[in-house]
């Protein structure tokens, strides 16, 4: 089955200590995003990777890292949280060859809270 | 820059019609998503419009006019589980081809 898969689903952790949220593909897409989403808000893009070794920045980096070592992983890095990062995040992906219409494809969201 | 309105909230009845609206201005344009999305789930894909005109999906039609920035999604025959958010993305031209999204619009379908 074609899915984007999060983990974990949910955590609750402490301000400053590092945390990963693993995001893993098996459709074998090259573009993989990371978007947080906070009501009011909307879904607002982190980090994107167009293949692997590239990535970059989207609309609210700050605070996070990404890689992108293999295709089918995209982690999310926090490497000091804070409380304003509490949120619900979603990774997606979607295929780049071919026509412009390949829609994303959302993993189930992760949702952090960061005391 | 980028901006992308739809209505925060609606409600309607169960088999009724109901049409969600959004206005969109961004710096380039490749394609406009709808996708729904249940409380606390996964936005799932509904339609995609590049061109003028309408693009009918079963219960589901989305329509777009590029030269208004304008698009709306029409939902059909209501049903209760039809209850969720519907977000309206645009494809952007820059960032390579990042969406940009709208806040959402949470329908919530009476019986």
């Known amino acids: 089955e074609a899915q984007v898969t999060q983990n974990p689903r949910y955590l609750i952790t402490v301000t400053g200590k590092k945390l990963t949220v693993t995001c893993s593909q098996n459709?074998?897409?090259?573009?993989m995003s990371w978007y947080r989403q906070d009501p009011g808000l909307g879904l607002r893009q982190i980090y994107y990777?167009?293949?692997?070794?590239?990535?970059d920045k989207g609309d609210v980096p700050e605070g996070y890292k990404v890689s992108r070592k293999e295709k089918r992983n995209f982690p999310l890095i926090l490497e000091s949280p804070s409380p304003n990062q509490t949120s619900l995040y979603f990774c997606a992906s979607r295929a780049i060859g071919g026509y412009s219409n390949q829609p994303q494809h959302f993993g189930d969201g992760t949702r952090l809270s960061i005391l | 820059g980028q901006n992308i309105d739809q209505p925060t909230e609606m409600t309607a009845t169960e088999g009724a019609i109901v049409q969600i609206n959004c206005t969109y201005q961004t710096s380039g344009f490749n394609g406009l998503f709808w996708y729904q999305q249940h409380a606390g789930e996964a936005p799932t894909f509904l339609s995609y419009?590049?061109?003028?005109g309408l693009e009918e999906k079963g219960r589901f039609s989305s329509f777009l006019s590029r030269s208004k920035g304008y698009s709306y999604l029409l939902l059909k025959e209501l049903q209760m589980k039809d209850s969720a958010s519907y977000l309206c993305?645009?494809?952007?031209?820059?960032?390579?081809?990042?969406?940009?999204f709208g806040t959402g619009t949470r329908l919530l379908v009476s019986p």
């Open positions: 990777s167009m293949n692997v070794e590239v990535t």
């Open positions: 459709m074998n897409h090259e573009y």
């Open positions: 419009n590049v061109l003028d």
């Open positions: 993305a645009v494809r952007d031209t820059t960032g390579f081809q990042k969406l940009v």
